[in-house]
């Protein structure tokens, strides 16, 4: 058992070191309730609630992907208006390890992880247009899916409802320095 050793808060501190360093002046995480008391050591302060839900593989083949190489100028500007700020950095280094899907309304990030693979962020027009991306994303793959979600996106979780997903766990969004939008 290697929990308690203070191998993750050691590795976290010195990630925000170099944070400071750069002058990154937001850092965000997602806590676990065992977690947040340590981060808030660190500096950190409770944002927003979170919650992982979770959607079972299917039995079918599983597809490639097909991916976008990046998001066009219209993506970035409806995700700037969604989330309230700049992020097309962000977003193109997200895209290096990520399936892009856009369609007109909205695209969708999706990635492999070690137990089962993610989706998000999505950023769409409408609840329809979110809809139509996801599924056509989840429903091309055998891949078991986590989808976290912000517990007061209430198109969202219904979403998840209908799409199959269950509620896994739920987590608190910190967030460390200066408040950001999303």
């Known amino acids: 058992e290697w929990r308690g050793r ?3 808060r050691n590795l976290l501190a010195t990630a925000l070191a170099r944070a400071d360093q750069l002058g990154i002046a937001t850092v ?3 806590a676990t309730e065992q977690g947040q008391p340590v981060y808030e050591k660190m500096g950190f302060r409770g944002e927003q609630p979170v919650e992982r839900w979770f959607r079972e593989g299917s039995s079918q083949t599983a597809e490639q992907a097909t991916s976008e190489k990046s998001l066009s100028h ?6 700037s208006q969604a989330f309230g700020a700049e992020r097309s950095r962000l977003l193109h280094e997200l895209g290096k390890r990520s399936a892009i899907s856009s369609r007109t309304g909205g695209y969708l990030f999706s990635r492999p992880g070690r137990v089962s693979d993610y989706i998000g962020p999505c950023v769409a027009k409408n609840r329809e247009a979110a809809q139509r991306l996801i599924e056509a994303r989840i429903n091309n793959s055998s891949a078991s899916w986590f989808w976290d979600v912000i517990s007061q996106n209430r198109d969202a979780i219904s979403l998840a409802q209908e799409l199959g997903f269950k509620p896994q766990r739920h987590l608190l969004r910190m967030v460390r320095g200066k408040e950001l939008p999303g």
């Open 6 to 8: 203070g191998f993750a």
């Open 28 to 30: 965000k995480l997602d």
């Open 74 to 79: 219209a993506s970035l500007c409806l995700d």
